[in-house]
């Protein structure tokens, strides 16, 4: 026997390239990149799926909702199968597996098979995303080296969404809104294809999977954004709106005692027990409700009732990236000076103030004078709270429990998102039908035969008509924005009680935490 077999299970899972830890960054921050600008570049062409696949207003909110519902309920048995399994292997699994939900989305002819991929497209986020942050820890070695790395990670992640908004309208206008999808292709071939090349197998450690957990809180917390849209199309009385409600009201119970008497629990209660976590989250779930619904509705707006194209959709959101850049920079250099709580108070209510005043919104708002103010005072806010509450979210655990942590901030982010934007969609969906109805003597009054022909045809009324019934819909949903947006105001003002002086300790957790995603 050789040396060289004698020493071949020592080498298992190493790297076949070691030694070039910036290729291995930038495999890790790729993958980063293509979960983050999905969300934004997907938002873009949520006008051109509809009109291509025949969805509603209300039932378009899926394409957002399907994956963010799965991306949030695994995000952290998706970690667990990383430590478990080794997080190289879950890795490249999740990306191929996102990669693959990808082809499938932009083949879609129905609904359904869309709505499907983007399910599947969550599934393998979640389980990629978690472990792509904790192969930076198993990569780099503590100190500058791997805080340099993560301030990269950080940078791809921020920057994520102003690429997606602009790739997002470049690939809709020049191309098609497939493509949208069709571009994650080569990125994730690649990325599954350098892993095992440049990046080192991490040990596996003993444990459970708590598949009942993340079972019924997903297929809980589904129900619920179901119950919602549903009751926007069908009302509350409908059958399947009614049962839908009545899962969720069997399901999300089920999961707490679960996981109150689970030895290995998906999402460790415990969490929740000191109150500065438990408001953070809440603070986050609330923005991030408003965050997803305020993103919808205003794309709809800019390209339904503005004209605008895909391209200057994109441009037209870069502003608030800006802004919620700036946000982020400022909390981070005045953290130290001012402790946390002055800036979860400021941002919540800057957010709070843009959705106010995006309530004004109407059939003759223009970018300038009715959305681009109320957008760049809600980013702001935005900024502001993500620094802060990746801080806060991970005050007074220990060092082992950080990234635990830190990953039910992103998971109650996606979770908030997906509720937040299923209740808009429901009072979009009350307003709207009350509008048409109130439209229509004036409709069938005033318009041609053609005009009549095509409601007849789409269900919807044309033109100006429309653009009224969408911007009253809007309009409305954003008040519901508003109600939520003050819950995390009155959290962040009585609940959370971080003070200046912990911010040292948050200081060295938060880097190995990672962040909102």
Known sequence: MTTSQLTAPQKAGAARRPGKPGIALAVIAALQLMVVLDTTIVNIALPHIQGALDFTTTQLSWVVNAYTLTFGGLLLLGGRAGDILGRRRVFVFGVLLFTFASLICGIAQEPWQILAARALQGVGGAIASPTALALITTTFPEGPERNRAFGIFAGVSAGGSAIGLLAGGVLVQWLSWRWVFYVNLPIGIAIALLAPMFIN???????????????????????????????????????????????????????????????????????????????????????????????????????????????????????????????AGLATKLLPVLGPKPFLIAGTSFSGLGMLWLTQVDQGSSYLGGL???????????????????????????????????????????????????????????????????????????????????????????????????????????????????????????????????????????????GAV
Request: with cysteine.
């Open 201 to 327: 197998e991490s040990e596996r450690h003993r444990g459970k999977f708590d598949l009942p957990g993340a079972i019924t809180s997903t297929a809980g917390v589904a129900s619920l954004v179901y119950g919602f849209i549903r009751a926007a199309d069908s009302g509350w009385t409908d059958a399947l709106t009614l049962g839908a409600f009545a899962a969720a009201i069997i399901l999300l119970p089920t999961f707490i005692f679960i996981e109150r008497r689970a030895s290995e629990p998906i999402t460790p209660l415990r969490m929740f027990a000191d109150r500065n976590r438990a408001g953070t989250y809440a603070v986050m779930m609330g923005l991030a409700a408003t965050m997803f619904g305020m993103f919808y509705f205003i794309v709809l707006f800019v390209q339904n009732v503005l004209g605008y194209s895909a391209i200057k959709s994109g441009v037209a959101f870069l502003p608030v990236t800006v802004l919620v850049m700036t946000g």
């Open 372 to 514: 681009l103010g109320p957008m760049l005072c809600f980013g702001f806010g935005m900024g502001m709270i993500f620094v802060t509450a990746t801080l806060t979210a991970v005050s007074g655990v220990a060092q082992h429990e950080s990234g635990a942590a830190s990953s039910l901030l992103n998971a109650m982010q996606m979770v908030g998102g997906s509720l937040g934007l299923s209740i808009l969609v429901t009072v979009f969906g009350t307003a709207s039908r009350n509008e048409a109805t109130r439209q229509m003597p004036d409709f069938l009054a005033k318009s041609t035969p053609e005009q009549k022909a095509q409601l007849a045809k789409t269900h919807q009324l044309p033109g100006d008509w429309g653009h009224a019934v969408l911007a009253q819909g809007i309009s409305t949903a954003f008040w519901a924005g508003v109600g939520l947006v003050s819950v995390a105001v009155l959290v962040a003002i009585f609940v959370i009680r971080v003070r200046k002086s912990d911010l040292e300790a948050l200081s060295g957790t938060a880097a190995s935490g990672g």
